[in-house]
């Protein structure tokens, strides 16, 4: 199994409050993704890094930001939650763009 | 921008018994892969198709891609328990990077 982790694994807040949601890789892989994943929906991609410090957009990144000062870590951080965001969030990585992407075990956040 | 439609939506089969899943593209497929989730859990890498008429096998599940109808299908011979969960196709998209794009997924249940 490819090494990723993402903390927490479940999270519960309050409408307005800050959220960071945290993906470790141990690939080294130079590749990361952010998705959520919503009934009816499937996966959508937030936002993607294709190395350190430099990310873009995905097709759902409003209200998202990302960060990535680390090859391992990429964070998701959802600035002012609101309960539209609550969905299950997927961390992916994959070495070359073309690349097959794996996935991490997921963090289940409510927004109240 | 493409879309994946997967087929069956959900799939409820006797254990023992042959089963196939399609997923069918809007657009031109230049790579398709297969994941299986299961419940609260992260998707797990089964197979990447890229060229038309490719077939690949792994254990009792074989998927298939046939570039004209821009379609592959996933076949699972003698189904069991174990192969019950949420079976997502994504699709490459063009351009020289790695925007994959997901199908909603078929959910599989498996009765003993």
């Known amino acids: 199994d490819a090494g990723i982790t993402q903390s927490p694994r479940h999270k519960v807040t309050e409408t307005g409050t800050p959220v960071t949601l945290r993906c470790h890789q141990t690939e080294n892989h130079r590749y990361m993704y952010w998705y959520r994943q919503d009934p009816g929906h499937g996966l959508r991609l937030i936002h993607y890094?294709?190395?350190?410090?430099?990310?873009d957009k995905g097709e759902v990144s409003d209200g998202y930001s990302v960060s990535r000062s680390k090859t391992e870590d990429f964070l998701l951080t959802l600035e002012s939650a609101t309960s539209s965001q609550t969905s299950v969030y997927f961390c992916?990585?994959?070495?070359?763009?073309?690349?097959?992407?794996?996935f991490g075990p997921g963090t289940r956040l409510t927004v109240l | 921008s493409q879309e994946l439609e997967q087929s069956p939506q959900s799939l409820i089969v006797q254990e023992g018994k042959n089963l196939t899943i399609n997923c069918t593209s809007s657009k031109t497929l230049y790579g398709l892969y297969w994941y299986k989730q299961k419940y609260g859990e992260g998707l797990i890498f089964l197979m990447m198709l890229q060229k038309g008429g490719e077939e690949k096998s792994h254990e009792k599940i074989t998927a298939k891609l046939d570039e004209k109808k821009q379609q592959s299908s996933l076949h699972i011979t003698a189904s069991q328990p174990s192969h019950a969960g949420i079976y997502l196709c994504g699709a490459d998209g063009a351009g020289g990077y790695q925007k994959v794009t997901f199908g909603i997924g078929t959910k599989l249940q498996v009765i003993p």
């Open positions: 992916a990585i994959s070495e070359l763009p073309t690349d097959t992407q794996y």
């Open positions: 890094s294709y190395g350190v410090k430099d990310t």
